[in-house]
């Protein structure tokens, strides 16, 4: 019977699947050959864990997980399927937990429980949640860029605010503050220079200064002694009766001085009575005007006859006219 070229395909590519499913699932780490014993574990999630990932006790492989289904259709939990291809020991009180490194793929780790009771083909492990490395970190970290996170919405704000209050004039004033603080901080670096600054000048004058006062000390000893003598001789003189002949004097000048202003007296009748000023003012105006008359008219106050008759002119009412001093 001569086997067609469709048939020879066809038993080719059946073959050829079937050793590809089969090198799949022993590269897997299944044992396509032989029947593995199944448990199983029930977990709330999952997190990176997939099909295939490894099964641990104490770090040693025992099997890998077959297959992941959901325990209902509420997702109130996942079913792990752990096929198990090492021929081990478990206590029935052992649990289950989801293990993620830092580095590498998840895997299932079964902490041994302490009963002498084993699981058997088809148990369910109880299960617990691994708070890894990442998981803990995660934990510190939260409240820290919350925070971080609250900061940064602050200083943004005010950054905001800030360039919503600068205007281009105020930054141009702005800068123009920060280089004259610039200045003023080289200017203050140039003073406090150790070398060449104006303080340590200063203090190099203080420091020549004080040498020269410890060097001249005996003669600033001379000059107090001198000034301490002179201070006793001072304190010596009998200062008392010369301040109370002061004081009387300054008493005898306050009445002095009260009386002047007073109208008591001549003189402080003349200062201060206005009356007593016009009278010795027309006294004296007559007088000036008799001796005029006296000057113009001598034979009014002389009658001889040697001189002539007698004048009979009006007297003199006001003083003369005069251009210079009379003689």
């Known amino acids: 019977m001569k086997i067609s070229n469709e048939t020879k395909v066809g038993v080719l590519t059946i073959t050829g699947l079937t050793i590809l499913i089969l090198g799949f699932n022993f590269l897997k780490g299944k044992d396509v050959f032989s029947k593995s014993k199944k448990i199983y574990a ?113 200083l943004n704000n005010v950054f905001g605010s800030i360039n919503g209050v600068l205007n281009s004039e105020a930054r141009t004033n702005l800068q123009q503050t920060l280089a004259n603080l610039n200045k003023a901080s080289n200017a203050l670096n140039g003073l406090l220079d150790n070398q060449s600054g104006a303080l340590a000048k200063t203090l190099s004058n203080a420091e020549t200064l004080t040498k020269k006062l410890m060097s001249n000390t005996d003669d600033i000893t001379a000059t107090v002694k001198n000034a301490k003598i002179t201070s006793d001789k001072l304190a010596a003189l009998e200062l008392k009766p010369t301040i109370d002949s002061l004081n009387g004097m300054i008493s005898s000048l306050k009445s002095a001085v009260a009386k002047i202003s007073s109208n008591e007296g001549t003189i402080g009748a003349l200062l201060n009575d206005k009356t007593l000023y016009n009278k010795l003012t027309d006294a004296i105006l007559s007088a000036e005007i008799l001796m005029d008359d006296l000057r113009a008219h001598p034979k009014r106050y002389v009658n001889l006859s040697i001189f002539g008759r007698k004048d009979k002119s009006g007297a003199l009412t006001s003083p003369s006219i005069k251009d210079t001093i009379p003689k």
Do not use: C, H, W
């Not at 959901?70 to 029935?92: F, H, M, Q, R």
């Open 42 to 154: 029930v977990f709330k999630d999952l997190g990176p864990l997939t099909k295939s990932n490894e099964v641990k006790i104490n770090g040693y492989v025992i099997g890998s997980v077959y297959s992941l289904d959901a325990k209902d259709k509420d997702l109130t939990g996942i079913v792990a399927t752990i096929s198990l291809s090492k021929e081990v020991n478990i206590p029935n009180d052992s649990k289950a937990m989801i293990s993620s490194p830092l580095v590498g793929t998840s895997f299932i780790v079964i902490e041994k429980g302490k009963n002498t009771e084993y699981l058997n083909p088809g148990d369910t492990l109880k299960t617990i949640v691994d708070v890894g490395i990442l998981d803990d970190v995660k934990a510190q970290l939260t409240p820290t860029l919350t925070k971080v996170r609250t900061t940064l919405d602050s």
